[in-house]
């Protein structure tokens, strides 16, 4: 089914021309050392800058880049990308490589000892001292949308946003058809799916290295998903979720 492909992971890039180069000189040796038969997927989602063209002229056998007609947000990049991988096992990072790249062996052998449909990176589990200080208001906000979004959602889980999350292809199959959202809901949303249908989620610490230059606005994007977590619920409660699955069966 998965044509001996054992691993795919997938990178959302936009407008990522200062970094993506640095990012595949990472990835792709890490690759090679730990894997013989994977892909690196990026997914350009409507960069208006060279960074298609710098993926482009990489030239690497195992790196392959897809890209959106226009800007579609993070969660519709993601969803495109992960529905073309063709691994076992289907990972996804940030083009800014905020996590060890380690965490996918150490996910991977969850995948095998627990037979997890989801392994997802959890910041909270995550002992050490992690390397990114989280200032006063960013760590009060966090807390604050975490315990709005298990309340609606009823996800038990503590960090649904962490941007280092890997499914089976047979979950990826299920529940990314389904997803609705454009923007950093697709988390909550995705996990909302894993939930309903009754996926094994194992997590996993993960230390957060660096934030980058986080494309993230503290109150803008919490009051969006915010709404977004509203959106799922109505979504379920609409029979929306049931409709699109019936639909991806018969596609």
């Not at 993601?78 to 073309?84: C, E, H, Y």
């Not at 996990?191 to 194992?202: G, N, Q, S, T």
């Amino acid at each position: 089914m998965c044509s001996g492909m054992e691993l795919s992971l997938v990178i959302p890039a936009y407008n990522e021309e200062k970094r993506i180069m640095h990012t595949l000189e990472m990835v792709m040796p890490f690759m090679d050392k730990h894997f013989s038969h994977y892909e690196v997927l990026v997914i350009d989602d409507g960069s208006r800058d060279k960074t298609v063209s710098i993926v482009q002229n990489f030239g690497h056998p195992h790196l392959h880049i897809a890209s959106l007609q226009r800007n579609m947000g993070k969660g519709m990049a993601l969803k495109q990308g992960m529905l073309l991988a063709k691994g076992k096992y289907i990972f996804f990072m940030d083009a800014d490589l905020p996590y060890p790249l380690e965490s996918i062996n150490e996910a991977l052998a969850v995948f095998y000892t627990k037979k997890a449909d989801l392994v997802i990176g959890a910041r909270d589990l995550y002992e050490a001292k992690s390397e990114v200080p989280y200032p006063a208001l960013r760590k009060i906000t966090s807390a604050s949308f975490s315990l709005f979004i298990n309340t609606v959602l009823h996800l038990n889980i503590p960090d649904t946003q962490c941007g280092f999350k890997g499914f089976t292809r047979s979950a990826v199959q299920v529940i990314f058809p389904q997803l609705t959202i454009q923007g950093f809901g697709f988390d909550f949303e995705m996990l909302f799916l894993a939930r309903k249908y009754e996926y094994h989620i194992e997590r996993i610490p993960v230390n957060l290295r660096h934030s980058g230059d986080s494309k993230v606005h503290i109150v803008k994007d919490s009051i969006k998903m915010v709404q977004d977590a509203l959106h799922v619920r109505m979504n379920d409660w609409n029979g929306v979720y049931s409709k699109l699955k019936e639909v991806s069966h018969e596609g």
